[in-house]
């Protein structure tokens, strides 16, 4: 088997959730163990990794370009120095 460490990105899709939602049922009903569950995760996140680099073909790449706003004087500023104010020079709405 190989040792390579699998990203858990695929845990949070409905298929993962499903998985995870009923591995937890089965642990708290006593039917199995929570070490057999992580065993079973693990598995899950190489299963699909594999499958879905074999079997997809699409790809979808993008690019954001923007600002993280902290606060709203930090808005009030991003929108005055990007000119997105409509009104004088130094005008600053109020949102």
């Not at 939602?21 to 006593?30: A, H, R, V």
């Not at 499958?51 to 699409?58: G, T």
Request: no cysteine; charged share 20%; glycine share 6%.
């Amino acid at each position: 088997m190989n040792n390579q460490a699998y990203y858990e990105l695929y845990r949070r899709s409905s298929i993962g959730l499903s998985l995870t939602d009923t591995l937890d049922d089965l642990i708290n009903e006593g039917r199995i163990e929570p070490q057999l569950a992580m065993k079973i995760l693990a598995n899950f996140d190489r299963a699909i990794t594999e499958v879905l680099a074999d079997k997809v073909k699409a790809r979808l790449n993008f690019k954001v370009h923007g600002h993280l706003v902290l606060s709203w004087p930090d808005m009030s500023k991003l929108l005055a120095n990007t000119g997105l104010n409509k009104g004088p020079p130094g005008y600053v709405p109020l949102l």
